[in-house]
Nanobody, 127 residues
Framework: QVQLVESGGGSVQSGGSLKISCAGA????????MGWFRQAPGKEREGVAH????????YYGDSVKGRFTISRDNAKNTVYLQMNSLKPEDTAIYYC????????????????????WGQGTQVTVSS
C-alpha cells in the first residue's frame, strides 16, 4: 500500500523550532516533487512549501517564508520541513503529499496538484 508517513510533530513555545519529516513507505518519493501543507482547526488546508525532485528548487507560502526550510534526502526517501521562529498561528496538522507531475513542481501549491497524502503530524505552538 502506497503511503507517506509524517513524524516529528510536537508542542513548542513561541519562537521555538521543530523539524518534521515525511518518509515514503511502499512508495518512492525520491525525485518526485513533494509538498507540505497544513490545516488548522476550522480552516482550509494551506500550502506551506514544495521542493522539486532534485532538491534544487523550492517554494514557500508567504506566511512561512524566511522561517521554514524544506529539504530532502533522496537516498533516505525522506523530505523534511525545518520550522524556526514558530508562532501560535503555525499550530496545525502538517501533511506531506506527492506532486502529480513527477519531478517538476506545479506552479500553484494547492491540494489539486498533489496526491498520496500522509496522515499528518500535529504541531502545537504555545504563546
Amino acid at each position: 500500500q502506497v503511503q507517506l508517513v509524517e513524524s516529528g510533530g510536537g508542542s513548542v513555545q513561541s519562537g521555538g523550532s521543530l523539524k518534521i519529516s515525511c518518509a515514503g513507505a511502499g512508495y518512492t518519493i525520491s525525485f518526485n516533487c513533494m509538498g507540505w501543507f497544513r490545516q488548522a482547526p476550522g480552516k482550509e488546508r494551506e500550502g506551506v512549501a514544495h521542493i522539486d525532485g532534485g532538491g534544487g528548487s523550492t517554494y514557500y507560502g508567504d506566511s512561512v517564508k524566511g522561517r521554514f526550510t524544506i529539504s530532502r534526502d533522496n537516498a533516505k526517501n525522506t523530505v523534511y520541513l525545518q520550522m524556526n521562529s514558530l508562532k501560535p498561528e503555525d499550530t496545525a496538522i502538517y501533511y506531506c503529499a506527492a506532486g502529480r507531475y513527477g519531478s517538476a513542481c506545479p506552479q500553484r501549491l494547492i491540494d489539486a496538484n498533489f496526491y498520496t497524502w500522509g496522515q499528518g503530524t500535529q504541531v502545537t505552538v504555545s504563546s
